[in-house]
């Protein structure tokens, strides 16, 4: 610095443009503004080029994977890059499915989905038998988690006779969001609020009753249900004691109607497990039907008005007896219902001419293991979804069932339900490892997945942990609700004496000799008191005190001296008489 100068100079060290340290160093001095860049986050979000594979409408085998085989013509490759590309982008364009968001709360596989009608509150359902809240608004990219977890049947903590249902049906109620239908494996399902709380639980019926037309609930497990198309008051519920039960959940103490299954399959005593149950109504108006599966095979409709005493149609053996039919769906015209059976075919049936199916494919059914794989129509039933055990999300025509569009979800692991909401137009896919995925555009879509993608990431904070969260309303670290025995690791549970584990509190195990490897026998009677006891016979460990009590006394030492002596008679081994025997009274 010179004194001719006026101002000051300070000496900077000089960098390379390439240098790595330029990363450290501060690009402006003051406030930065903490604005997200949206197109970045968005960007980040965008789905990989091998997850985005375009089929054409041709059939196929259930065998073949998605995609296309490559041309063997060498001049041609070219052509068929700048094709694909083409078709690709289209197919973008044309279906939600670009982007995706993935949601990591449940521990096992999710086995049902649902959405507000606003498009807001998401809610999954899964076999770890806990229920999952997910609110959009409330959520960033770095903090995507439910904001509550909720288990149905959980009873206060303190008692140990405590039960949980895994989660085979949730859906929330069309005309009113603010209640949805849960369906668990149990008799008795029920009406929460869109917070988690119970608003009201279905009455259980009598199960020694043989009639079920005069019993006032379900009997045995209630497998799904959906809610009146018209009527926000009314729901209905699938059982395995072959009924559909028509509820108004205003009266939870017996149902409004009973409709009774009567099987015609031979061996079934007249009763069928029902599988799945959809009621639709046309958009313009008109009645509105009632359609059902049975475990026989069986296809039934009712008028969704009534009378309900006998089905107005039915179809024996729709798909193979003894499959389980768990995906059923209605088009918004209430014409045309398509089934997913467990005999690998997808049908498509005529409400007009209900007789025979309009179209059957091949599809590869996964309800052996997952009941409650679904298939749906989407947005005014232009196309269908559906899920396969590959993983890939399958989006069929509606005319003639052949894939238009498929694409891997969770490849490998088999996609068990999906959901595509029409206002936000966004699919939602569960899968077997637990992971829910929203599938959107950000052009297409509106709202939920894209408003979570554009907000800026939550700074780091320790509630940023759910670990260090804590629910003020019940006064427990973690996601809200710690459900008792759900957790894998910490050894949570019941104790042998019935009291609650501590799931937060490590289990210290007992260190007994008996934990080593294969403990010696010299290590165990070294460490274990009495252990030679065991092997010692106690007669011979009494006698060999006997000697030192003779010899010196330590109870009859005092009178040793004037003890006397014991005077036994002395017998001969001749003497065989005996006693003398006592004279006979005469």
């Known amino acids: 610095m ?190 929460m609020s869109r917070n988690g709380d119970i608003f009201s639980e279905f009455v259980k019926g009598d199960m020694y009753l043989r009639d079920m037309n005069h019993t006032k609930g379900h009997v045995s497990e209630v497998t799904t249900g959906t809610w009146h198309p018209t009527d926000k008051n009314i729901c209905v519920t699938a059982g395995t004691d072959s009924t559909l039960r028509i509820w108004d959940i205003n009266n939870k103490r017996r149902q409004k109607e009973v409709l009774v299954f009567k099987s015609k399959a031979p061996g079934t005593a007249g009763r069928s497990r029902m599988t799945a149950v959809a009621w639709g109504t046309p958009v313009q108006g008109g009645n509105n039907i009632l359609v059902a599966a049975a475990l026989d095979g069986t296809l039934a409709m009712w008028s969704g008005d009534g009378p309900f005493s006998r089905p107005t149609a039915e179809i024996r053996e729709a798909h193979k007896p003894n499959t389980w039919t768990g995906g059923i769906d209605i088009s918004s015209d209430g014409r045309m219902v398509v089934t997913r059976g467990g005999d690998n075919l997808i049908k498509l049936w005529d409400t007009r001419k209900f007789k025979e199916p309009l179209v059957s494919v091949e599809h590869q059914s996964m309800s052996d293991e997952y009941p409650t794989a679904n298939i749906k129509y989407g947005p005014n039933a232009t196309s269908i979804i559906t899920g396969s055990r590959t993983g890939h999300l399958h989006i069929l025509n509606p005319g003639n069932l052949q894939s238009e569009y498929t694409t891997p979800v969770t490849a490998g692991v088999p996609l068990i339900t999906v959901n595509w909401h029409p206002k936000i137009n966004q699919i939602v896919t569960g899968s077997a490892n637990g992971e829910t995925h929203v599938l959107y555009n950000p052009t297409m879509s509106s709202r939920g997945a894209v408003d979570v993608m554009s907000r800026a990431p939550k700074r780091r904070h320790v509630d940023d942990n759910p670990e260090f969260t804590t629910d003020m309303s019940l006064g427990l670290s973690g996601e809200s609700i710690v459900t008792p025995g759900a957790l894998p690791a910490r050894g949570a549970g019941i104790a042998a004496s019935g009291k609650l584990k501590d799931p937060r509190r490590p289990q210290v195990p007992q260190q007994t000799p008996f934990m080593r490897s294969q403990p010696d026998e010299k290590h165990i009677s070294e460490n274990i008191p009495l252990s030679r006891m065991l092997h010692e016979d106690p007669r011979e460990a009494l006698l060999k005190y006997a000697d030192v009590a003779k010899k010196d006394p330590m109870f009859t030492n005092a009178w040793k001296n004037t003890q006397p002596v014991t005077q036994y008679a002395d017998v001969s081994d001749e003497e065989d008489d005996g006693p003398d025997k006592k004279k006979i009274k005469r």
């Open 2 to 191: 010179s004194d001719e100068d006026g101002d000051i100079q300070v000496e900077m060290p000089e960098l390379a443009e390439d240098d790595p340290m330029r990363a450290f160093l501060p690009t402006s001095f003051g406030k930065k503004s903490t604005d997200a860049d949206v197109a970045a986050q968005i960007d980040r979000s965008r789905r990989t080029a091998g997850q985005q594979t375009t089929q054409s409408a041709k059939p196929r085998g259930p065998s073949q994977d998605s995609g296309s085989k490559p041309s063997s013509g060498g001049n041609s490759d070219s052509d068929n890059d700048s094709d694909d590309n083409s078709d690709s982008d289209s197919d973008e364009d044309e279906y939600p499915t670009s982007h995706e968001m993935v949601i990591k709360t449940h521990d096992r596989a999710v086995t049902t989905l649902s959405l507000d009608p606003a498009g807001g509150r998401l809610i999954s359902g899964s076999i770890d038998c806990t229920i999952k809240l997910h609110d959009f608004s409330s959520m960033t990219p770095t903090t995507i988690r439910a904001f509550k977890s909720v288990d149905p049947f959980e009873s206060k903590r303190s008692t140990a006779s405590s039960e949980t249902h895994p989660i085979n049906h949730i859906e929330f109620n069309p005309l009113a969001g603010g209640v949805f239908l849960c369906v668990a494996a149990h008799p008795q399902a029920k009406i």
